[in-house]
């Protein structure tokens, strides 16, 4: 018997598996089981990738308890199943997305460790929607839907996705440009072959009101409709005057479900009108410290303030649009081959104004020292941001299996063709204007005196890419697999603007006034990129391998958001070269407990070279370099067949190899990289209905960025979080959960910004309650 097995599931279907191992299965079920395995053995390859594509129409389920455990990912990039891939790679099933609670990309995250939004931005911008950091560095911009890349600076929600794939590591051979830490791809709900509606009703802290609906419609016996939708209304627990509003629709349509071809279109529309966080003053936190000295009698023991106080104003908002359209074709050939092409436009406009401050020496006003109820500060760094990004993209990809002598091979080769744009309208304050300042302690949203408007500062990039790839996975015998792949971008970027003369950053006026929009970049750079990996596994046993795999992709200037700078120090300056990242890997997994529960080690190490840093004449050159390794375990799946688990932890012993420090605190540590976390869920299902679970969530201290502020923190302390969760079924149809979160009411902070002006208070105890309904 060969070693190279594998369990032929279909992913992305929201369908639990089937287990034949049980002795309580029944009789007739097995028998169905087993005979559907023999058809599938005598089948042609085509018959069993159309059997495989109508098992979202089978709703039998042989099992009890969630499902958290994935085969594959849903990309056919990946030629192999989880067990048999030389990478770290995450999955997030839709099951525990629900058993959780989680409503949005960021919340669903905390399942892979060391995964999240610990950046809370610059010292007047504030870092909104999935600003999320990955081993040591920001992979906010290395977020993909169904393979296909997402742009915005958005939150994004869970509503329409069956899973969320975290792909650790280098990415670009996968996907192009990323980040060094790698790449997240959520994969969207589809229409299957059966009739079913499911949906939620929800009500928690802050009169946080959710509801969803999900309904399937098999239409005749080759066809399905599906149509996904949202509504949410309330505030943020633990928040002050922050408000999560937002509802969305997703419809999808599939015909040919079950035959050779298969084509599926989808929508997506989803508004938000959202008040965003900018955050809590970091006073009273350890490290902090006055930044005028004489005043540090008073300040310096002062005491924290509270996490939940709001210092923005009635007008903040972050009203968000985002859209997209996606065809995509399947089509299996007789010999096995099966192409797949996709088609996407999409857009997301944002239009955003947040209330930001900085407690400096010149900011923080103090009438009486002894008295901190009069202490006030200035609202001075109002951000604006009206931005439309927009893309199309048509992918084709072509999967094969076949011989060359005695080995086997599995190809996926295939071409992408983009076209990405950004378009920023300028926004500004006018007169010299400004709000009311803020009392520390109590501030109020009530604020009055700015004026704002549009000026004639704008800017537009456009990013063209034509990409060609193939991987190839090469099993020589019954224990040795060879995978590699090779991608080659041409990416052509444009990039113009006007920007608002003086002030810290911009440049000089002249004689016109300040504020006056005057040419900024106007610059076109073009190159190419050639992106690699390969891994070797050996498999001691059917259900594990042992692998090592090493990986090479880089971003050039403007990759992350489309913008070219003219700034010396900037990677986006276009007279610099792309950053490279290098990865190695060496690991082993191992499926357990009849194929139940997928369990993984690896050690890694990766570094960043081309980074910029500035040379002893003052000037920048890309001779910095930096590098995070580590160990990361997982382990995913059930230990029985009541009982799953979800569960990982990660070290990331971060370093600037060469360059200037990156953390305030002066060691050459990465900033926003907590050294050990660690995340675990589990659930038990009881007897009669009662379904019980609990989690924790730990991260270390956190580091922030360098700069030139007084007094702030150098770090946050780490912290540990306990939630759970009790769900009882009244029947099959209905069911009642209720999830606490930070079940000990921990008081901790979440992320910080750079100065160490602001930070983002972790969610304190709160609770939601869900009413789910299924038929």
């Known amino acids: 018997m060969s070693f190279i097995k594998s369990r032929k599931h279909t992913v992305s279907t929201g369908v639990r598996r089937m287990s034949l191992a049980g002795t309580t299965t029944a009789t007739l079920l097995t028998s169905l089981a087993l005979a559907q395995s023999a058809v599938a053995a005598d089948a042609s390859p085509v018959a069993q990738m159309t059997d495989a594509r109508t098992l979202p129409g089978i709703k039998v389920q042989a099992t009890r308890g969630a499902d958290y455990r994935a085969d594959k990912v849903e990309s056919p990039k990946f030629t192999q199943p989880l067990l048999d891939t030389p990478q770290t790679i995450t999955v997030i099933s839709k099951d525990l997305i629900t058993d959780q609670g989680a409503t949005t990309l960021t919340e669903a995250l905390r ?41 915005g600076s958005i939150s994004r929600d869970v509503f329409n996705i069956e899973q969320i794939e975290v792909e650790k590591g280098p990415a670009g051979t996968d996907n192009g440009r990323t980040s ?75 015909f040919g479900l079950g035959t050779p071809t298969r084509v599926y279109l989808n929508l997506l529309h989803v508004k938000q009108n959202n008040v965003p966080d900018g955050g809590v003053a970091t006073i009273g936190l350890p490290g902090y410290s006055s930044p005028d000295p004489d005043l540090r009698p008073w300040l310096d023991n002062a005491p924290r303030v509270d996490p939940e106080n709001f210092y923005g104003t009635d007008a903040d908002h972050d009203h968000v649009k985002a859209d997209m359209a996606t065809l995509r074709i399947e089509h299996d050939f007789a010999n096995g081959a099966t192409l797949h092409n996709t088609t996407r436009w999409g857009r997301t406009h944002q239009d955003y104004l947040l209330t930001s401050f900085m407690y400096s020496a010149a900011n ?13 500060v200035a609202r001075s760094n109002p951000t604006f941001k009206d931005n439309t990004n927009t893309i199309l993209t048509n992918q084709t990809n072509l999967t094969a299996t ?48 700015l004026a704002w408007g549009r000026n004639d500062a704008d800017s537009n990039g456009k990013t063209t890419t034509e990409a060609a790839y193939a991987f190839d996975t090469l099993k020589f015998g019954e224990q040795w697999l060879l995978t590699g792949g090779l991608r080659l971008d041409h990416y052509k970027t444009e990039f113009t603007s006007r920007v608002p003369c003086g002030g810290r950053r911009g440049p000089d006026c002249g004689a016109l006034a300040e504020g006056t929009a005057v040419p900024g970049v106007n610059a076109t750079v073009s190159d190419n990129l050639l992106n690699w990996k390969l891994g070797v596994v050996y498999k001691p046993a059917a259900n594990g391998s042992i692998y090592a795999d090493y990986a090479v992709s880089a971003q050039p200037p403007g990759g992350a958001q489309l913008q070219l700078s003219s700034s010396a120090n900037s990677a986006d300056n276009p007279a610099f070269d792309p950053q490279k990242a290098r990865t190695a890997e060496l690991g082993t997994k191992w499926d357990l407990l009849g194929e139940n529960l997928l369990v993984s080690a690896a050690v890694y190490r990766t570094e960043v070279s081309n980074d910029i840093a500035q040379g002893d004449d003052g000037l920048y050159y890309q001779t910095a370099k930096k590098r995070v390794s580590g160990v990361e375990l997982t382990a995913v799946g059930k230990l029985s067949e009541r009982w799953s688990v979800s569960t990982g932890f990660t070290t990331m012993d971060t370093t600037v190899l060469k360059g200037a420090v990156v953390s305030q605190d002066g060691s050459d540590d990465l900033a926003y990289t907590p050294k050990y976390a660690f995340t ?3 659930t038990y299902q009881l007897p009669f209905g009662l379904s019980l679970a609990g989690g924790a969530r730990y991260a270390g201290q956190l580091k922030r960025g360098t700069d030139g502020a007084v007094g702030t923190p150098n770090y946050t302390k780490s912290y540990t979080v306990f939630d759970a969760m009790a769900s009882y079924a009244i029947n099959k149809h209905f069911n009642l959960q209720l999830n606490v979160y930070n079940l000990f009411d921990k008081t901790y902070v979440s992320a ?6 602001r ?17």
Not at 192 to 206: C, E, K, M, P, R
């Open 111 to 151: 399942n892979s460790p060391g995964v999240g939004t610990f950046y809370a931005g610059e010292n007047g911008a504030t870092s909104t929607g999935d600003s999320v950091y990955m081993r040591g560095f920001d992979a906010s911009s290395s977020i993909f839907v169904d393979g296909v890349r997402d742009l």
């Open 402 to 449: 076949f011989h060359t002598g005695a080995v086997e091979h599995a190809l996926s080769t295939g071409i992408e063709l983009t076209r990405e744009k950004l378009s920023t309208t300028g926004i500004a304050v006018l007169d010299g204007s400004a709000w009311t300042p803020a009392n520390i302690y109590h501030p109020t949203p009530h604020a009055t005196g």
């Open 364 to 376: 923080l006003v103090t009438p009486d020292p002894a008295d901190p109820s009069s202490w006030t």
């Open 680 to 682: 675990a869920w589990t």
């Open 759 to 775: 930070y983002t208070p972790g969610t304190p105890r709160s609770a939601m309650l869900t009413a789910n309904f299924r038929f």
């Open 180 to 254: 060094a830490g790698g790449a997240i791809n959520m994969v969207s709900k589809q229409p299957f072959l059966a009739n079913a509606v499911s949906g939620s009703v929800s009500y928690g802290d802050a009169n946080r009101k959710r509801v969803t609906a999900d309904w399937n419609q098999a239409i005749g016996e080759h066809a399905g409709f599906r149509l996904n939708v949202l509504g949410q209304d309330g505030g943020v627990s633990g928040r002050d005057g922050v408000e999560d509003n937002r509802w969305g629709i997703a419809p999808s349509l599939a």
């Open 752 to 757: 910080i910004n750079k100065s160490g002006y």
